[in-house]
């Protein structure tokens, strides 16, 4: 079955520093969106990427989807400790919705 | 718009007990779905249903049940609960597979 992968599990940033977090998948896929999970929250939507080498921008947020639809990453420039909390991919597919093990995000002020 | 509602947002349950998680969308979606999140963990998908009348089986369905009724509501039953059901569980819908999903609140279970 599909496995995915987040790296790295955790992640302290000083604040003003850029964070990076990867998702890799066993297998191709459809399409893949990113959520993030402030602490004590539920997960919210942050994007979707369809097209193969598909990036798109969110203010400091660049997300990117590989050539081959089995990896993404979230990449966010100069953190800021709103942006403290788990970002998670998930991956889509046929019909079971998985989301990848998740990056804890903490920023130090 | 409400969105997703679930109740209760806490419980404390003996082991061996049942209970049922209540979850209601007022979007009209197709897909509902059930997580538990662990301490400190991902998401893990308990059930699934595409529509009304249709349920399947996610990554750890065992110990767990559901039905699908109505389009509106997603009830999770734990008919016998162990403590290694203790977790926050969160229903989540969708329009189609492939669209935005979005979350309720959750509700943080723990058996003892």
């Known amino acids: 079955g599909q496995q995915v992968m987040q790296i790295p599990q955790y992640q302290h940033v000083q604040e003003g520093e850029d964070f990076t977090t990867y998702c890799n998948s066993s297998t191709t896929l459809s399409n893949i969106q990113w959520y993030k999970q402030r602490p004590g929250g539920h997960p919210v939507f942050l994007i979707q990427l369809v097209k193969s080498g598909e990036v798109k921008k969110q203010k400091r947020l660049t997300f990117q989807f590989g050539e081959a639809k089995k990896n993404s990453s979230l990449h966010i420039t100069a953190t800021q400790t709103t942006d403290v909390g788990t970002y998670f991919c998930?991956?889509?597919?046929?019909?079971?919705?998985?989301f990848g093990t998740g990056t804890k995000l903490q920023v130090i002020p | 718009n409400a969105g997703v509602t679930q109740t209760p947002k806490f419980r404390i349950l003996k082991i061996g007990q049942s209970m049922t998680l209540q979850c209601a969308q007022d979007m009209n979606h197709n897909y509902m779905y059930w997580y538990r999140q662990d301490p400190g963990m991902g998401l893990k998908l308990i059930y699934y249903?595409?529509?009304?009348?249709?349920?399947d089986k996610g990554e750890v369905p065992n110990g767990y049940n559901v039905s699908r009724s109505t389009t509106e509501d997603f009830p999770l039953r734990l008919e016998l609960a162990a403590p290694s059901q203790t977790s926050v569980y969160f229903c989540?819908?969708?329009?189609?597979?492939?669209?935005?999903?979005?979350f309720g609140q959750g509700t943080r279970l723990t058996v003892v």
């Open positions: 989540a819908s969708s329009d189609q597979l492939n669209t935005e999903a979005f």
């Open positions: 249903s595409v529509g009304a009348g249709i349920t």
């Open positions: 998930a991956p889509r597919g046929y019909q079971k919705v998985t």
